[in-house]
């Protein structure tokens, strides 16, 4: 027996053990496993934003992007495509690197608070009314402050994740409203981050203050986010907790 300890038989299990062990279970936190529905999404992104930036000197990939990843009211009114392939187009890199960071924190703990399939459903849907919320303020609401003309800005090109995202944010934080966010390391409950962010959105769209984000497909997203806080599948995730 050198070598070894003889430690006294567990105690037997409390009351209620069981339960504390099964709420563990469901406990936030980024799943453990490489292949997820937010890696896989982050690595689509990336590999499309590479691509771009690697090709785009080709014809075809420039009509392929500008016929299916570019989201505008003059491309919609050809094909639907748009519609999903702009939440895959980025700018630039840190359009990208920004929009990737807040899929990556939000999305993980979204998908282990609510599951694989009302993630994607939330994100999607979330992506697709953002962008339409997008091209309807295009149409319809453009402000002096922009640069360009009218037809020019009834035109104007949107791209990125950002509105799916929103949606994403809007559902944690309206579910989870005691939760904290961490802001540039400042750490900020999530009632107030979503406030901020969703009146800082509305601020800009309706006075135009800042043109260089789609503000209309973050407050379009984070509505349908809000929404979807109501599904019948987000309420059984959030009364197991």
Same mark, same amino acid.
Request: aromatic residues 10%; hydrophobic residues 50%; charged residues 10%.
């Given at each position: 027996?050198?070598?070894?300890?003889?430690?006294?038989?567990?105690?037997?299990?409390?009351?209620?053990?069981?339960?504390?062990?099964?709420?563990?279970?469901?406990?936030?936190?980024?799943?453990?496993?490489?292949?997820?529905?937010?890696?896989?999404?982050?690595?689509?992104?990336?590999?499309?934003?590479?691509?771009?930036?690697?090709?785009?000197?080709?014809?075809?990939?420039?009509?392929?992007?500008?016929?299916?990843?570019?989201?505008?009211? !003059?491309? $919609?009114?050809?094909?639907?495509? @748009?519609?999903?392939?702009?939440? #895959? /187009?980025?700018?630039? +890199?840190?359009?990208?690197?920004?929009?990737?960071?807040?899929?990556?924190?939000?999305?993980?703990?979204?998908?282990?608070?609510?599951?694989?399939?009302?993630?994607?459903?939330?994100?999607?849907?979330?992506?697709?009314?953002?962008?339409?919320?997008?091209?309807?303020?295009?149409?319809?609401?453009?402000?002096?402050?922009?640069?360009?003309?009218?037809?020019?800005?009834?035109?104007?090109?949107?791209?990125?994740?950002?509105?799916?995202?929103?949606?994403?944010?809007?559902?944690?934080?309206?579910?989870?409203?005691? !939760?904290? $966010?961490?802001?540039?390391?400042? @750490?900020?409950?999530?009632?107030? #981050? /979503?406030?901020?962010? +969703?009146?800082?959105?509305?601020?800009?769209?309706?006075?135009?203050a800042d043109t260089t984000w789609a503000h209309a497909a973050h407050l379009g997203g984070a509505v349908t986010g809000l929404a979807a806080a109501w599904l019948p599948a987000v309420i059984r995730a959030v009364a197991r907790r």
């Amino acid at each position: 027996m050198a070598g070894r300890r003889l430690l006294p038989p567990p105690p037997p299990p409390r009351a209620g053990a069981g339960k504390s062990r099964r709420a563990y279970s469901h406990s936030l936190g980024p799943p453990r496993r490489l292949l997820t529905a937010v890696n896989v999404l982050v690595a689509v992104n990336v590999a499309v934003f590479v691509g771009w930036m690697a090709l785009s000197d080709r014809p075809a990939v420039r009509r392929f992007v500008d016929r299916h990843l570019l989201l505008s009211n !003059s491309r $919609v009114a050809q094909s639907w495509a @748009p519609y999903l392939g702009h939440m #895959f /187009m980025h700018s630039d +890199l840190f359009h990208l690197g920004s929009n990737m960071l807040a899929l990556k924190s939000f999305g993980d703990n979204a998908v282990a608070a609510f599951g694989t399939r009302t993630f994607l459903r939330v994100y999607f849907a979330a992506g697709l009314v953002g962008g339409a919320a997008q091209l309807a303020y295009h149409r319809y609401m453009p402000h002096s402050r922009w640069p360009a003309g009218p037809a020019v800005r009834w035109d104007t090109v949107a791209v990125g994740a950002s509105g799916a995202i929103a949606g994403i944010v809007a559902l944690f934080c309206a579910t989870f409203p005691r !939760s904290t $966010v961490i802001l540039f390391v400042i @750490p900020v409950p999530s009632v107030a #981050f /979503m406030g901020a962010f +969703l009146a800082w959105s509305a601020y800009c769209a309706l006075t135009g203050a800042d043109t260089t984000w789609a503000h209309a497909a973050h407050l379009g997203g984070a509505v349908t986010g809000l929404a979807a806080a109501w599904l019948p599948a987000v309420i059984r995730a959030v009364a197991r907790r």
